[in-house]
């Protein structure tokens, strides 16, 4: 088969590509050469093979350019599996102790009460919440709930403080939206904190979700899939 020009030319480009590559590591085996011969003429011990140099140099060449390939390759093939397999966990059911029946999983749509009072209905609605990056609205109304349980001023003030720390300080993560009239009261109320502390704030979110969340939830798919399952 004839060779054309342009192949030639491609070939003598690589050829000159490679051996600038590899002139580096020569040199540096020469210099290690020379100073593992003046080594072993004081420890009277004999310098390594210049082949064996020579090899490891071509060798650490090839072998990076092949690492780089197929990482490259198993972060495609990863990449594209996570993607399937977040198209598929997309509408996955959160794990309930007792599932919830149908006469259940229907009468959450007809009032946000009745899905609020339902240990079932919070857990799942907690996760679409998640799927919503607003998690944070339901665990602050459950530490609500959670706190107005306590009747030990110490166990009461201790509680009162990591609830603010957590979802009413600015600087969390895991803020929530309060607007500045309940704020203040809120810090007002932590100046001697009680089971009650944060009615307001709690009110305020759970208007909130009603409003805004709720509608959303009855709409989704993760809700419809309950429907049909149970």
Same mark, same amino acid.
């Given at each position: 088969m004839p060779i054309n020009t342009r192949h030639l030319e491609y070939f003598q480009? &690589?050829?000159?590509?490679?051996? &600038? !590559? &590899?002139?580096?590591?020569r040199r540096t085996g020469d210099v290690i050469m020379r100073n593992?011969?003046?080594n072993s003429q004081? @420890?009277? @011990?004999?310098? $390594?093979? $210049?082949?064996? =140099? !020579? @090899?490891?140099g071509t060798k650490s060449c090839c072998f990076c350019w092949c690492c780089c390939c197929c990482s490259i390759s198993c972060l495609t093939v990863k990449n594209g599996e996570g993607s399937k397999n977040q198209g598929k966990n997309e509408h =996955?059911?959160?794990?309930?102790? @007792?599932?919830p029946s149908l006469e259940e999983t229907r009468a959450w749509s007809e009032s946000f009460d009745?899905?609020?009072?339902? !240990?079932g209905g919070r857990k799942i609605f907690r996760e679409f919440l998640r799927s919503e990056y607003s998690e944070e609205n339901m665990l602050f109304w459950i530490a609500c709930e959670d706190l107005k349980k306590e009747e030990n001023p110490e166990i009461i003030e201790e509680k009162a403080r990591l609830i603010y720390e957590d979802y009413i300080s600015i600087l969390s993560p895991k803020e929530v939206s309060l607007d500045s009239r309940v704020r203040e009261v809120v810090n007002r109320n932590m100046i001697d904190p009680t089971p009650n502390t944060f009615d307001d704030a709690q009110l305020q979110i759970y208007t909130l979700m009603h409003r805004?969340?709720? $509608?959303?939830?009855?709409?989704?798919?993760?809700?419809?899939t309950l429907i049909q399952t149970s």
């Open positions: 480009d &690589v050829i000159v590509e490679m051996s &600038v !590559a &590899v002139l580096p590591n593992n011969h003046r004081q @420890t009277n @011990t004999p310098p $390594p093979s $210049p082949v064996n =140099n !020579a @090899t490891r =996955n059911l959160p794990e309930i102790d @007792t599932p009745r899905l609020m009072k339902s !240990a805004d969340s709720y $509608p959303r939830f009855l709409n989704s798919q993760m809700y419809k």
